[in-house]
């Protein structure tokens, strides 16, 4: 059984660090630097910008102290933060993030596939969205919204028409009887199944905001 995930007073500096990147302020839900943190810790970006919340409203006499000690100070604030990264638990890792959750869930969306390193399961969730706002004969390389994602993703335009083709086969409503030989095919089916029950208008919103990832 995974155990609760548990907040500890180191985090703060290191959420910090985040703060007060340029521009400074609260960041987007999956801004990278937000994702990244997230996966280090096994806390999710949401609970994450919950407590960035806190130190952007200076909630606790700790924050202050922390924001009149580091605030302005970008090398010092670096300097703690990679000592602190190197004490994990005096050498062991297991001490330092100790009553986190080693079972992951949000953190499997942002690892690369297995079948596509280059892909993750958020790249399908974006390339699904696109799917929601094209017809058949549009899902096709040349169409700007296909370019235009794949620059987003890193990858070509063939590849953003390819995985389209293959929601096509999931897509019940198309009925299409030929038969995908790809190992992108599983992965697909994953993703559109997850968000099967969903309105397209709420992958859209969802989209919106795990474009930020990439940006």
Excluded at 36 to 63: D, N, V
Excluded at 92 to 112: K, L, M, Q, W
Excluded at 162 to 188: E, G
Aim: aromatic share 10%.
């Amino acid at each position: 059984m995974a155990r609760k995930t548990v907040w500890h007073d180191d985090y703060w500096l290191l959420l910090m660090q985040v703060y007060l990147k340029r521009p400074v302020g609260m960041k987007a839900l999956y801004n990278r630097d937000m994702v990244e943190l997230s996966l280090e810790l096994h806390i999710s970006p949401e609970q994450l910008q919950a407590r960035m919340k806190q130190i952007a409203s200076l909630e606790t006499p700790r924050i202050e102290r922390l924001m009149k000690t580091y605030a302005g100070k970008p090398g010092k604030l670096s300097r703690a933060v990679r000592l602190l990264r190197q004490m994990k638990g005096y050498g062991n890792a297991a001490e330092f993030y100790d009553g986190v959750s080693v079972i992951e869930t949000f953190e499997r969306d942002f690892r690369p596939l297995a079948e596509d390193e280059r892909l993750t399961p958020v790249a399908l969730t974006l390339v699904l969205d696109l799917y929601y706002h094209l017809t058949p004969a549009t899902m096709v390389a040349r169409t700007p919204e296909v370019v235009e994602l794949a620059r987003l993703l890193k990858v070509s335009a063939s590849d953003v028409e390819d995985l389209l083709n293959m929601y096509q086969h999931c897509d019940p409503y198309l009925n299409r009887s030929d038969v995908v030989f790809s190992p992108l095919m599983l992965p697909c089916q994953q993703v559109w199944q997850r968000y099967a029950d969903r309105d397209p208008a709420q992958i859209a919103v969802l989209a919106d905001a795990l474009k930020q990832y990439y940006m």
